[in-house]
């Protein structure tokens, strides 16, 4: 499955060929203090290989990678939540440095904020984000998601405690 976002920018599966963007652009503090410790730092060739084995396994398709002009700029995707949780699903996404401001990530977004509510059905999308990550805030504000709330002392990074910043958008607001 491919998604053709206009701008030169597609949202599509991880492949082999991917491994050394995904090195080159992940390992990046800049980019990893951001994300939740699965994305680690420093970001190596066996971390890229196991992500690619992992999301070509032949599932149904929940992460992408984002392409701009043809290149691997980073990935997206949307983790299925279970029990009382089902029918919302979190979301989750990363840019490397040099696509950041770009609108990237909003046109992403919108993206697979479509594929998450209008064809897989999720009921509720949600993402948490670090506090302090405000152009990670507005992207998801362009996009319709609603803050609803602030996670005090939610994560553990870097062995640093911080809050994040509850974000959600609705098939049916």
């Not at 082999?16 to 730092?41: C, I, M, Q, T, Y």
């Not at 594929?115 to 996009?143: I, T, W």
Request: proline content about 3%; overall charge negative.
């Amino acid at each position: 499955m491919i998604f053709d976002c206009g701008d030169e920018i597609r949202l599509r599966p991880f492949a082999r060929e991917d491994r050394e963007s995904l090195v080159r652009l992940g390992n990046n503090h800049n980019v990893s203090k951001w994300l939740a410790n699965l994305f680690p730092h420093p970001y190596t060739l066996e971390d890229a290989d196991a992500w690619i084995a992992h999301n070509l396994d032949g599932s149904v398709r929940y992460n992408f990678a984002i392409e701009v002009r043809g290149e691997m700029a980073g990935g997206i995707g949307l983790k299925p939540m279970a029990d009382v949780h089902a029918g919302t699903a979190e979301l989750g996404y990363w840019l490397g440095e040099p696509y950041w401001g770009q609108g990237v990530a909003t046109t992403a977004v919108a993206a697979i904020s479509a594929y998450g509510l209008d064809e897989l059905l999720f009921v509720r999308l949600q993402a948490e984000v670090f506090a302090g990550n405000n152009a990670s805030m507005r992207v998801l504000e362009k996009n319709g998601f609603v803050r609803e709330g602030v996670l005090r002392k939610h994560i553990r990074k870097n062995g640093v405690i911080s809050d994040c910043v509850l974000y959600a958008r609705l098939r049916n607001p």
